[in-house]
């Protein structure tokens, strides 16, 4: 068997056993679901998932990181500039994905998601960038501040009935952003002298 042949083997195997743990989970808890129903379910060995996965939650990962890539390509093939456009792609290509989001709600495992999420976006974001070195701890936290800041509403909105549009919520995230710092003193402050009320030991 040649590279390529057995690279799209391996594909195959483990969206099999990817697509078996996402229909054991529409009718039994997660956490009740063994590595036997797995296997089972995908009509392959418990050999063959080993090779591919260490453990159930490997599995649920793999499952979750297809979703983060395909939000990540999305994003490149459309490049935003303004923050409403980079949330409103976000939240258009969740509404998307729906199906998935409450798949993992009803196992009580969106933790788990947005956990891996932020981590993932960050991390191919400076792959995409070609970072060598380490950026500094401001933008760092910058960066997981704006995520979580996003998905914060994401899961809300998940909690709340899905009742808003993409655009509602994209709307809602910049306004957060906007006249979240209006109201703060110390926001003003640095808008009107250009420096912080404060001693800037880490900004």
């Given amino acids: 068997m040649d590279a390529k042949a057995a690279a799209r083997k391996t594909a195959a195997t483990r969206e099999r056993i990817k697509n078996a743990l996402l229909v054991l989970m529409e009718d039994h808890p997660y956490h009740d679901i063994s590595v036997p129903d797995i296997v089972l379910e995908a009509s392959t060995a418990r050999c063959t998932f080993y090779r591919h996965f260490p453990t159930k ?63 993932f976006l960050y991390d191919v974001t400076g792959q995409a960038g070609g970072e060598e070195q380490a950026p500094p701890a401001k933008l760092v936290y910058h960066f997981f501040c704006s995520m979580s800041a996003m998905s914060g509403i994401l899961l809300y909105w998940l909690n709340t009935g899905c009742r808003e549009s993409a655009e509602q919520l994209a709307q809602y995230y910049v306004s957060f952003l906007a006249e979240g710092s209006e109201g703060d003193k110390d926001c003003r402050f640095f808008r009107e002298h250009h420096s912080y009320p404060f001693q800037p030991n880490y900004v």
């Fill in 57 to 119: 939650d490997d599995v649920l990962l793999a499952c979750c990181k297809d979703r983060f890539e395909g939000l990540f390509r999305s994003m490149q093939e459309e490049p935003s500039y303004t923050f409403h456009d980079t949330s409103l792609g976000y939240y258009m290509y969740w509404q998307e994905h729906l199906p998935f989001l409450k798949l993992l709600q009803k196992q009580d495992l969106l933790f788990f998601f947005t956990k891996n999420l932020d981590r």
